[in-house]
């Protein structure tokens, strides 16, 4: 069976700490992605990844990083945390063939106090 | 730029009763068409997908969903709903290959469905 597995499901963090949310995919997908879910605005992207080492901002980048060194793991990397990022984070991946059939982990909600 | 709008928030149906979800979409070009569901303390998962061809595609657990350009809708329906159906469902856009948004799924806000017995 398929899978994306996330590193946390529930995250506490303070404001200003760096936060890193991990994603491991075990179906050789060459694409990866990170969302940001919440209420009344269904998923929004915040990057993407093609490959190692490749990464895509986007449609909502800003305050986040990624890093792809593997071709399975794919992190979200809060710099510094904020109230604002105060959501639930979904890791999807899928295969260069069929970039939009994507498969999701069970996702991370994470509290910034 | 792509959009996608779900225009109900919440359907409330009872079990056996026929759903169908609206999706209407914005996209300058043939889009690339998705439903997918979200079960409680789960991912999303695929339900359907449409690329050309027919217009009406079969996805997974019964569902059935029709695009129709001139209504730029795609929506989702299924003649008879089961219990286990009670989910959040999100209707999403994919940019055909060459286009600025190529790669991005644009997804709905989404429908919570209810299913009483």
């Known amino acids: 069976d398929v899978k994306v597995t996330q590193s946390s499901r529930y995250l506490v963090k303070r404001t200003g700490e760096k936060v890193f949310l991990e994603c491991v995919q075990d179906m050789d ?5 990170w969302y940001r879910q919440d209420p009344g605005l269904g998923l929004r992207l915040i990057y993407f990844s093609y490959d190692v080492k490749m990464k895509e901002k986007g449609d909502i980048p800003e305050g986040y990083s990624v890093s792809r060194e593997k071709k399975e793991r794919f992190s979200l990397i809060l710099e510094s945390a904020s109230t604002n990022q105060t959501s639930m984070y979904l890791c999807a991946s899928s295969s260069e063939l069929r970039l939009y059939e994507q498969y999701f982990g069970p996702g991370t909600r994470l509290t910034v106090t | 730029a792509q959009s996608v709008t779900q225009p109900d928030i919440h359907i409330t149906v009872s079990e056996g009763a026929s759903l169908e979800l609206r999706c209407n979409y914005s996209y300058g070009a043939t889009p690339y068409l998705f439903w997918y569901v979200q079960s409680p303390g789960q ?15 079969q996805g997974i657990k019964g569902f059935e969903a029709e695009f129709k350009r001139s209504q730029s809708s795609f929506n989702l329906r299924k003649p008879s709903v089961h219990w286990s159906d009670a989910a959040e469902y999100f209707c999403a856009v994919g940019a055909e290959a060459g286009g600025t948004s190529y790669g991005k799924l644009t997804f709905g806000q989404g429908t919570i469905l209810t299913v009483h017995p």
């Open chain 1, 29 to 33: 997908h060459e694409n990866m992605f």
């Open chain 2, 43 to 57: 991912g999303l998962q695929l339900l359907l997908k449409y690329f050309s061809g027919d217009t009406l595609v």
